[in-house]
Structures are given as structure tokens and as C-alpha cells.
């Protein structure tokens, strides 16, 4: 159980264009689910907390205005990087919070060119 | 938000028992202590996580210092696909939210 999935698996795209991930919870109901990213040979960094039914809360220094969170359900989260640039590259991870503890997505490559 | 402290790398011979140490001096007596494991290009995978008393599951032990300041997670026979980098992380009680350390990189000698 707890199992939570993420799609595409890896996206490439061009600089400017708009990026959606989804982030869904396949065997229970999360209404708390987190967004982070990593880059290459470094730790995962905490980008925003996603509440069900309400806004999402960014941690210091990520942009609300670029990475657009929605959490309309209790198994869906998306994230949505817009006008990405190269800079935005990374892979990004994200998690649903259930029986105490968050269990983690396979994560998303994303490559802006 | 409370930090950890692992070290950057271990070693380890197959089959042979893990004893991965992590610091957490400022914890608050309401901080989880989890531990996951994290495959290049994968996400973390949940290992274990507790609150003051040592835990076993099946696939490793947590012991607790009695001050809780520190903690071992404990692989008792290391196989290769434990080869991982394990991260050490402290649970805030009141948002759920995990900040990751820099984790310790465990390489198993076949």
C-alpha cells in the first residue's frame, strides 16, 4: 500500500513553453502532498506544500507565479512549471503524506532546451 | 526547522550488518525521526521512522538514543541492492513537512 505515482516520467521541452507534472496517490487519500526538486548529485529541496481544497504554501525563495500548484483532490496534485527556462531543469519529486509519514513519486525528468 | 548530521559516505561488505549513525542535537520532543533510501534517478523509499523506542521492521532497525539526539539505522545483513544513499530526517510534528540533510551514500563490497 501507500503507493503514489507521477506523470510523464520525463519530459523534454522548449524554453518558454509551460510544463505540467501530475502527482497522484493510487491506494489512499492524501490531503497533504509535497513538491520538491533535485538537482544532479545533490539532496531533494523542499518547493511548496499542497493542501487539498486550498492554496499551496511555497517555502522562501520559490516562485508561486512560476511553479503553479493545485491540489483539487484528495488523490491529485499537479504541479505546473511555467515559461520554463533551462534553469528550471532538474528532476522533481513529489510526495502524499498518509499514517504518519510521506511516501514519495518516481519523480519526473524535466529538460527545457 | 531541526537538522541532521550523517556522514557523507560508508562502506559496507555484502551480507555483512550496517550501522548507519545520524546526529539530530536540536530535536524537539515532538519530532519523528524517518529514515528512507533514495536509487539514482528514483524517488526516496520509506525504510523506518519512530518517535522514542528502538523499531524493527522488515526491512531494517532504528535504534534511539535515550536522549534522543541521535540515531543508527540498522541493516542487518547488507545485500547490493542496499547500495543507496540513506538519508536521516526529522518530522515536523505540526506540518508534515521533511527538509532533507545531504544523506550518507552507502557503497556494498561484493
Known amino acids: 500500500g501507500a503507493v503514489v505515482s507521477q506523470h510523464p516520467s520525463r519530459v523534454i521541452c522548449k524554453s518558454g513553453t509551460s510544463v505540467k507534472i501530475e502527482c497522484r496517490s493510487l491506494?489512499?487519500?492524501?490531503?497533504?502532498m509535497f513538491w520538491y526538486r533535485q538537482f544532479p548529485k545533490k539532496s531533494l529541496m523542499l518547493m511548496a506544500t499542497?493542501?487539498?481544497?486550498?492554496?499551496?504554501?511555497?517555502e522562501q525563495g520559490v516562485e508561486k507565479d512560476k511553479f503553479l500548484i493545485n491540489h483539487a483532490s484528495l488523490t491529485l496534485s499537479t504541479l505546473t512549471v511555467t515559461s520554463a527556462h533551462p534553469e528550471d531543469s532538474s528532476f522533481y519529486i513529489c510526495?502524499?503524506?498518509?499514517?504518519?509519514?510521506?511516501?514519495f513519486g518516481p519523480g519526473t525528468r524535466l529538460t527545457v532546451l | 526547522d531541526a537538522k541532521t548530521t550523517q556522514p557523507n559516505s560508508m562502506e559496507s561488505n555484502e551480507e555483512e550488518p550496517v550501522h548507519l549513525p545520524c546526529n539530530h542535537s536540536?530535536?524537539?520532543?515532538?519530532?519523528?525521526i524517518h529514515w528512507y533510501r533514495q536509487l539514482p534517478s528514483q524517488g526516496p523509499e520509506y525504510v523506518i521512522h519512530?518517535?522514542?523506542s528502538n523499531v524493527n521492521n522488515r526491512m531494517a532497525s532504528l535504534a534511539i538514543a535515550e536522549d534522543r539526539k541521535s540515531s543508527t539505522l540498522i541493516l542487518h545483513r547488507a545485500t547490493l541492492r542496499d547500495a543507496a544513499v540513506y538519508y536521516c530526517i526529522l518530522r515536523d510534528k505540526g506540518t508534515y513537512k521533511y527538509i532533507f540533510g545531504t544523506g550518507t551514500r552507502l557503497k556494498v563490497l561484493a
Open positions: 510526495s502524499a503524506f498518509t499514517r504518519d509519514t510521506q511516501y
Open positions: 519512530g518517535l522514542t
Open positions: 536540536t530535536i524537539s520532543g515532538t519530532d519523528y
Open positions: 499542497s493542501n487539498e481544497g486550498s492554496k499551496a504554501t511555497y
Open positions: 491506494d489512499f487519500q492524501a490531503t497533504t
